[in-house]
Nanobody
Framework: QLELVESGGGSVQPGGSLRLTCAAS????????IGWFHQAPGREREGVSC????????YYKDSVKDRFTISWDNAKSTMSLQMNRLKPEDTGVYYC????????????????????????WGKGTQITVSS
């Protein structure tokens, strides 16, 4: 059974850091990319950063470039997101999602919300950035 388990969320002050982890299990060779999506309060969910499980390809939305770093540990089937210089607007629920080979990393992260049913989602973890 495919399962995505997120961890590492919590509360932090602006400028601080957090590290999110998504442990994936039960997936097969049909899946090629994995990533993180952010849903701020009252806002639509959007892709933050995605990575290929088979090559070095990565994608970052503009607002997190040079602040966040995504990685995939193939031996542990675990994706991590190192989040530095956090801002209040980073507050919200972060979801782990995995996509089939139909999607490359950009395709997964830039997927229109109307197509989110084409990916498999974790339950999400809360991040709060406030003074």
């Amino acid at each position: 059974q495919l399962e995505l388990v997120e961890s590492g969320g919590g509360s932090v002050q602006p400028g601080g850091s957090l590290r999110l982890t998504c442990a994936a299990s039960g997936f097969n060779q049909d899946y090629a990319s994995i990533g993180w999506f952010h849903q701020a309060p009252g806002r639509e969910r959007e892709g933050v950063s995605c990575i290929s499980m088979y090559d070095p390809s990565t994608y970052y939305k503009d607002s997190v470039k040079d602040r966040f770093t995504i990685s995939w540990d193939n031996a542990k089937s675990t994706m991590s997101l190192q989040m530095n210089r956090l801002k209040p607007e980073d507050t919200g629920v972060y979801y782990c999602a995995i996509g089939k080979r139909t999607f490359n990393v950009e395709g997964l992260c830039r997927m229109h919300p109307g197509y989110y049913g084409m990916a498999y989602w974790g339950k999400g973890t809360q991040i709060t950035v406030s003074s």
